[in-house]
Nanobody, 125 residues
Framework: QVQLVESGGGLVQAGGSATLSCTAS????????MGWFRQVPGREREFVVVFRWSTGSTYYADSVKGRFTISRDNAKSMVNLQMNSLKPEDTAVYYC??????????????????WGQGTQVTVSS
């Protein structure tokens, strides 16, 4: 079992920045992929970024590449998402997720078993 807890989020202005954090506990998290997804009403949950603990590899969605950065804190089993140059279309509930490390890193939310409770990020125009 893996437990995920997000923190951060809130209301920010367009062009501003925000930081989200996700802390994992339970299983050996270094055997997992951890990522961020986001969802708005009426839309499918969308991939944002994923980090593979075992290799340090990262994969970003085109929509956030160059603006968002994921980082890790090994001692705290934590990943952070630094979001810069925020746009109104970034408004969503952001979810931290974890999946058991497989041969390929997945960008599909269907492949992730463990989820945090979500945190709202609202970007004003």
């Amino acid at each position: 079992q893996v437990q995920l807890v997000e923190s951060g989020g809130g209301l920010v202005q367009a062009g501003g920045s925000a930081t989200l954090s996700c802390t994992a506990s339970g299983d050996t998290i270094r055997n997992y992929d951890m990522g961020w997804f986001r969802q708005v009403p009426g839309r499918e949950r969308e991939f944002v970024v994923v980090f593979r603990w075992s290799t340090g590899s990262t994969y970003y969605a085109d929509s956030v590449k160059g603006r968002f950065t994921i980082s890790r804190d090994n001692a705290k089993s934590m990943v952070n998402l630094q979001m810069n140059s925020l746009k109104p279309e970034d408004t969503a509930v952001y979810y931290c997720a974890a999946a058991r490390d497989n041969f390929y890193v997945s960008t599909s939310h269907r492949e992730y078993e463990y989820w945090g409770q979500g945190t709202q990020v609202t970007v004003s125009s």
